[in-house]
């Protein structure tokens, strides 16, 4: 099972699933094992009634958390409108879900990403569509931060980009240090964002008010 280049894009061989080849990139059984393997490494009887279809359960689960390995949120950004307007477009309040690298478990927020069109804007959900495709795979935060604005600035024609994620790590509230309410926050600036201190502040200040 490839991984995506750092833009995201596919590889076409290891993610094909068409109908002809009926390939599915993810190997539903070889979860299904290890999930029984878990059950019973930690004591549990993997046949009892109960957990009799948790294995395959899980193995749909993890096929759907991960998903984003096999999308390519490029195809979300190639759609685009002409319109004379050269001001911040802010979408905020972008809910997502993600998966911590460290421990496999959630890490859930919210993303706001603000942009300077040069005289071509996307359409306002295809934002909220890739913060979606990134965030179903394995990660940290400041990568999912910098994957989503590297792809913004580097498939759209614009002036600067502004990322900013929020999250509560289940990591973090649930196990270990255990500190619920707890949460990151990550930024990543481009463009006239990161060169011009008063644009920074100006997206700053329409995410955050103030
Ligand atoms: N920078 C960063 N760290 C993360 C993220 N998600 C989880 N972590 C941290 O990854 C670290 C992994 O630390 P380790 O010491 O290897 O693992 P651990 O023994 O389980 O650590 P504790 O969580 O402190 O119990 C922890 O400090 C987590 O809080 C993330 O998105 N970004
Ligand atoms: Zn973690």
Request: aromatic content about 4%; charged content about 30%.
């Amino acid at each position: 099972m490839d991984k995506p280049s750092e833009s995201g894009s596919l590889d076409g061989e290891t993610c094909e699933n068409t109908a002809s080849s009926q390939r599915s990139p993810v190997d539903m059984p070889r979860i299904e094992r290890a999930v029984r393997e878990i059950l019973a490494a930690v004591g549990e009887d993997p046949d009892r009634e109960g957990l009799l279809e948790t294995p395959a359960r899980v193995a749909r689960m993890y096929a759907e958390l991960f998903s984003g390995l096999h999308e390519d949120p490029r195809i979300h950004l190639e759609k685009y409108f002409t319109e004379k307007y050269d001001e911040v477009v802010l979408v905020r309040d972008i809910s997502f879900n993600s998966m911590c690298e460290h421990h496999m478990l959630p890490f859930s927020g919210k993303a706001h990403i603000g942009y300077v069109p040069k005289g071509k804007v996307v359409g306002l959900s295809k934002l909220a569509r890739v913060v979606e495709v990134v965030s179903r795979r394995p990660q940290v935060q400041e990568r999912m931060t910098e994957t989503i604005a590297n792809l913004l600035i580097d498939e759209l024609d614009v002036k600067g980009v502004a990322v900013v994620i929020e999250a509560s790590h289940s990591c973090m509230t649930i196990r270990g240090v255990r500190k619920p309410g707890s949460l990151c926050v990550t930024s990543a600036m481009k463009g006239l964002f990161r060169s011009n201190e008063s644009s920074r502040s100006e997206v700053m200040k329409l995410i955050y008010g103030g």
